[in-house]
């Protein structure tokens, strides 16, 4: 896997620095000084426009932004330091075999003080400066090899537009200087939150690179209650996004029968595992058009658990490169299974089950809940595990015990 990291705000803590070698120099031009906040908002630009949101644009001569330099250069020394977990992250993707470069809006020289002072140049193959090429985007390019998957790791919508720009996922590091990640792929609020993103992405390059050896437009992902099958088909979602495959979720919860259909049975595992979803209209409405047509643009209204009314209006597009990914429970049997594509089964024991749903569903519905997966939802999976098999018929099966570090079992 190869991580491209942004530097200021994403390894280094710049502000701190800034803000010593920003007010050295206003006091120096009897200017009042400014708060490390008001400093922080523009860091990542590169040094002439970084010193004009400070500066009379009439003092930004060659001799002013060297002095500037100078004073940076002091204060790294002095006072230049790395987030929390920074070395541990780096030292983890490195015993994971990944391969780290850094990109940086700051000149060579400003790069290499930064890594001889917080020692952490060893960990980098490629150190490059996007002054020297009309866009970041343009300078993560030279790096890119079509052998090796790649994320970007930024602050700022520089790193995320240079991301896209190159149809790469990005991870935003939330703890650094950037207001907006809404570009961002993922949102990391740590550094260590990091290291389970650039898992996932590698995790998500595999499954891709499998999935899409031939053509394909319906992919199934299938678990047991609380597997994370949500999690996990809204984060892959947003990997193919990133990617520039065009797709669209759709979950199974939102084809539930009312309840008064759902408890038609000789009992409530019978009844729920006969009559708890809408089949029918999925296939009428979604799934027989899309395979028909190739293309789909429907406008469902769909139910609302917690209020047993149709009330949830719901838009499923599908374009002719597009995918649809549907997630759900009781997946991969008929009428469903013949219409998906590829398959992935989300692997979890019931300890685990009963674990997440004391988490998730016991502050919502209290105890008794637990009771209900005991007697009901455990045995459903059991009886559906007997007739179809599903991880047996799946075309790749992950081990999501640990839902931030899923692995691929077969």
Known sequence: MHVIFDLDGTLFQTAICEYYAVNQLRSEYSLPSLSEQIIKQNIGKQTADFLKCYFPESYLSDTFIEHYHNLEHAAILQHGSLFPDIPALLE???????????????????????????????????????????????????????ESPAVIVGDTTSDFDAANKNFLPSIGAAYGYGNDLSAATYRAETP??????????????????????????????????????????????????????????????????????????????????????NYETLV????????????????????????????????????????????????????????????????????????RAAERDVPKYGTAILEKYQNKYIPIQ?????EFHPAQ????????????????LS
């Not at 838009?315 to 594509?341: A, M, S």
């Not at 075309?395 to 570090?405: A, G, L, T």
Request: charged letters at 25%.
């Open 92 to 146: 983890h993707l490195k015993r994971n075999h990944c391969q780290l470069d850094i990109c940086s809006n700051g000149s060579v020289e400003y790069i290499n003080r930064v890594l001889d002072k917080t020692n952490i140049r060893a960990y980098f193959r490629h150190l490059i400066t996007a002054q020297n090429f009309s866009s970041k985007a343009d300078a993560i390019r030279t790096l890119l090899t079509e």
């Open 192 to 277: 260590l939150e990091i290291m389970d993103l650039v898992m996932q992405c590698d995790l998500f390059y595999q499954i891709t690179k499998k999935l899409f050896s031939c053509t394909i437009q319906t992919i199934g992902i299938n678990g047991i209650d609380t597997s994370g099958k949500t999690v996990f088909s809204n984060h892959y979602s947003r990997f193919l996004s990133s990617r520039g495959i065009e797709n669209t979720v759709l979950h199974m919860d939102d084809f539930h029968n009312p309840a008064a259909i759902r408890r038609h049975g000789k009992n409530e595992i019978d009844a729920y595992y006969r009559h708890a979803f």
């Open 393 to 408: 018929n799946a075309d790749i099966v992950i081990n999501n015990e640990n839902f931030r570090r899923p692995v691929i």
């Open 284 to 355: 009428q409405q979604i799934l027989l058009p899309l395979k028909r047509e190739g293309i789909l643009n429907k406008k469902l209204l769909c139910l609302n658990l917690d209020t047993d009314i149709y009330e949830n209006p719901l838009q499923y597009t599908v374009t002719q490169k597009g995918i649809l990914i549907i997630e759900g429970v009781l997946l991969f049997r008929p009428p469903l299974i013949r219409y998906l594509d590829k398959k992935i089964y989300l692997h979890i024991s019931f300890e685990e089950m009963l674990k």
């Open 382 to 386: 059991k009886r559906y595990f007997e």
